[in-house]
């Protein structure tokens, strides 16, 4: 199983000019984003869950093939410290695409797709701090010509008949992810071939240890030369690999909605009502015990609209204070002799 995980060098603390609001760039603090540090993590549990279901005795028709995880930026030589620390925490290839980082993402993906056409999953951040566009993944996946996934939570294996899985020697191995939705609600995407995954930067990244650190300072980083600059950033046979990988895999990029319910509200956590009866119970946790006001329209002057704001807000409890009444009482007669 082949994963990889795109990463990007950014300013995770920027400074902004008040005046201009441009930001100032301040190398020390150039390092992965939350969201690209959750990406990692997630693939490097997914990759402890397949190796824990094989020990396991896995499932029938599942692949053997070994777990190769690749992380990839697309910046300058300075990203490399980067790439050497997501190898210390269990990534198994660095590469780095040479291009400007101030691309737009269509063209950054377009140079970074050569890297990614063997891949079988690619992990992303959902945003990044400099931009916060979260296109990217999208436009990735566009290069691929694969299914996307985009703004997950979880990540994880599920167990599939090889069928259904699909081909691209992946029988037996289905991803799902969760994200969220609108209302409260979430959402569960499977992906059964190959894919391209977005994830919310909600998960702390695991710590390398002192060996694992001291190792990859020798391990090496695959340089890409890309066209640096404004304009098309494919590497040399980048747009025949894409198009051909488009077209062979258009016909199995497809969404297939599993389950679908109607929408359930989150749930409340209510005090227990005391009566014994089950049935005031139940009506006390609806609230049909409870007296309601209807809302009400009323055209009056300034002074009988004070008074009976300040009438309301005595029957819900709400008392006025009363030196700062005093400071709004009606002023009488000038005093000459202050």
């Known amino acids: 199983m082949r994963v990889a995980v795109c990463m990007k060098w950014v300013d995770t603390r920027p400074e902004i000019d008040p005046l201009s609001g441009e930001a100032a760039a301040d190398q020390r603090w150039f390092a992965a984003s939350r969201a690209d540090q959750a990406a990692l993590e997630s693939a490097l549990s997914l990759g402890d869950q397949l190796l824990e279901r094989r020990a396991s005795g896995g499932d029938a028709g599942e692949t053997?093939?070994?777990?190769e995880l690749t992380v990839v930026c697309?910046?300058?030589?300075?990203?490399?410290?980067?790439?050497?620390?997501?190898?210390?925490?269990?990534?198994?290839?660095?590469?780095?695409?040479?291009?400007?980082?101030?691309?737009?993402?269509?063209?950054?993906a377009a140079a970074v797709s050569p890297v990614l056409a063997d891949v079988d999953f690619v992990f992303c951040g959902n945003w990044s701090v400099d931009r916060g566009t979260g296109s990217f993944p999208a436009f990735l996946a566009h290069e691929l010509g694969v299914a996307q996934a985009l703004g997950c939570t979880d990540v994880g294996l599920v167990t599939q008949g090889s069928e259904a899985a699909g081909s691209a020697g992946l029988a037996g191995v289905v991803l799902e992810g969760e994200r969220r939705l609108d209302g409260g609600r979430r959402e569960r995407v499977r992906l059964t071939n190959r894919g391209v995954v977005s994830v919310e930067g909600g998960t702390d990244l695991r710590r390398a240890g002192l060996r694992a650190v001291l190792a990859s300072a020798d391990e090496p980083v695959h340089v890409l030369a890309g066209v640096r600059g404004a304009g098309s950033t494919r590497t040399e046979g980048a747009a025949a690999r894409g198009r051909a990988q488009s077209s062979s895999?258009?016909?199995?990029?497809?969404?297939?909605?599993?389950?679908?319910?109607?929408?359930?509200?989150?749930?409340?956590?209510?005090?227990?009502?005391?009566?014994?009866?089950?049935?005031?119970?139940?009506?006390?946790?609806?609230?049909?015990?409870?007296?309601?006001?209807?809302?009400?329209?009323?055209?009056?002057?300034?002074?009988?609209?004070?008074?009976?704001?300040?009438?309301?807000?005595?029957?819900?409890?709400?008392?006025?204070?009363?030196?700062?009444?005093?400071?709004?009482?009606?002023?009488?007669?000038?005093?000459?002799?202050?």
């Open 64 to 67: 053997r093939e070994p777990f």
């Open 74 to 108: 697309a910046g300058p030589p300075e990203s490399e410290s980067m790439l050497r620390d997501a190898l210390a925490t269990g990534a198994t290839r660095a590469a780095r695409v040479d291009i400007d980082p101030t691309l737009d993402s269509a063209d950054v």
């Open 249 to 338: 895999s258009s016909s199995s990029a497809k969404h297939r909605v599993v389950a679908s319910g109607p929408f359930r509200p989150r749930s409340r956590n209510l005090p227990i009502p005391d009566d014994p009866e089950p049935r005031i119970r139940l009506m006390t946790i609806a609230g049909a015990l409870v007296e309601r006001e209807t809302s009400q329209a009323v055209h009056l002057d300034p002074s009988a609209a004070a008074d009976q704001l300040l009438d309301r807000l005595s029957e819900w409890g709400v008392e006025a204070d009363p030196e700062q009444a005093s400071d709004h009482e009606p002023a009488g007669e000038p005093d000459h002799d202050r």
